[in-house]
């Protein structure tokens, strides 16, 4: 039990730590640290098929590419037409000058202008905001997207 236990940890604790972008103070990988032999601590032996670690290195590069997270957005403005593309442009100046610090997001996808604010982890975070945001925005709904790493709160 404990030959399956130790690894299986490891595993955990480097896909956790990966998660985090931990890395030492001399910027190594932990798996690196873990494997290095240190005078004053045990040693640790990793066992595993070289493919777990290939999958474990392209997951990393992967992440690298695409910064951020499954999360939440809230769509403030969607239409076509031939006056959307200056709507879209009016009402992210409108919501940037009445919401500072909230960031906004304008795209394209033909034939639709849109408009996109906040970067939530989940959807009761987008809760909050989007309550707020009825008022002024009755017509804003929730989406799932792609988000930036919001602050922790």
Not at 105 to 125: E, I, L
Request: hydrophobic share 35%.
């Amino acid at each position: 039990m404990r030959k399956i236990l130790i690894p299986f940890l490891l595993i955990c604790a480097s896909i956790s730590a990966k998660g985090q972008g931990y890395t030492s103070n001399r910027g190594e990988d932990i798996l690196v640290q873990v494997r290095k032999s240190n005078p004053n601590q045990g040693k640790i032996t990793i066992n595993q098929d070289a493919q777990i670690e290939r999958v474990f290195n392209l997951d990393i590069l992967q992440s690298a590419r695409q910064p951020g997270m499954h999360g939440f957005r809230i769509r403030i403005y969607f239409d076509l037409g031939q006056k959307s593309r200056n709507q879209s442009e009016d009402v992210a100046g409108g919501f940037m000058q009445k919401y500072p610090g909230i960031s906004i997001y304008r795209s394209y996808v033909s034939p639709y202008y849109k408009v996109s604010v906040g970067d939530f982890r989940t959807r009761d975070n987008a809760l909050k905001l989007y309550h707020l945001l009825l008022k002024d925005y009755p017509r804003a709904f929730i989406i799932p997207e792609w988000v930036n790493f919001p602050p922790l709160e």
